[in-house]
């Protein structure tokens, strides 16, 4: 079955971390890219970090840079996200997203948002507390 299963959220106070994980099934998970999208009601979606299983090059928007890092184990089939020195403002419902390296436009690192393209898991709830 076809499928990305999250986990790993839960409260932190902040400047706490925590570390979700993405195990992917039934897929080449080696011809995938790999992406972290969190939301916060009435917020647009935000890509926090990702990653090339291809070649490895990885992306992390401005707020997370010196505080969160991706990975990706291969032979697991699993995508990690370790988050450190954790905000109020991390606060959110964060999916991996997993697409086609192929399907990621030229320049980029990060999938296209486009979910037809893209499969995603059910979302792992992080929230920080002051």
């Known amino acids: 079955e076809v499928g990305l299963v999250e986990s790993g959220g839960g409260s932190v106070h902040a400047g706490g971390s925590l570390r979700l994980s993405c195990v992917a099934s039934?897929?080449?998970?080696?011809?995938?890219?790999i992406g972290w999208s969190r939301q916060t009601p009435g917020k647009e979606p935000e890509w926090v970090s990702c990653?090339?299983?291809?070649?490895?090059?990885?992306y992390y928007t401005d707020s997370a840079k010196g505080r969160f890092t991706i990975s990706s184990d291969i032979a697991k089939n699993t995508a990690y996200l370790h988050m450190g020195t954790l905000k109020p403002e991390d606060t959110a419902v964060y999916h991996c997203?997993?697409?086609?390296?192929?399907?990621?436009?030229?320049?980029?690192?990060?999938?296209?948002?486009?979910?037809?393209?893209?499969?995603w898991g059910q979302g792992t709830l992080v929230t920080v507390s002051t």
């Open positions: 990653i090339s299983n291809r070649d490895g090059s990885t």
């Open positions: 039934g897929f080449t998970f080696r011809d995938y890219t």
């Open positions: 997203v997993a697409t086609p390296s192929a399907y990621v436009r030229s320049g980029n690192i990060c999938p296209r948002g486009e979910r037809d393209l893209e499969l």
